[in-house]
């Protein structure tokens, strides 16, 4: 796993990019009190079982700019890929 800093809120966590398709990040105790996304979701359900983990959807585009940009490392770059490429 590799340190990813969000673009909007600073939290940081651990991101392991399986794929383009396949992501997936870790979240500290500290990254998630960084992130306001994350804790206004929290607040707005609170205790809910079987609740589907919250996402940060700015960290979501972090992580994406950050693998096209070759920042982050891919464990399995093929097939897909985020844009179509001519020939
Ligand atoms: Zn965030």
């Not at 979701?41 to 609170?46: V, Y």
């Amino acid at each position: 796993m590799q340190p990813l800093q969000c673009a909007e809120c600073r939290a940081e966590v651990l991101v392991r990019k399986n794929s383009w398709e396949h992501t997936s990040v870790q979240w500290n105790a500290e990254a998630r009190a960084a992130c306001r996304e994350l804790s206004n979701a929290r607040s707005g359900n609170p205790d809910r079982p079987g609740l589907p983990l919250p996402r940060c959807g700015k960290l979501t585009e972090t992580i994406e700019t950050a693998a096209r940009d070759g920042r982050l490392e891919i464990a399995d770059p093929a097939p897909v890929r985020p844009l179509a490429e001519s020939h």
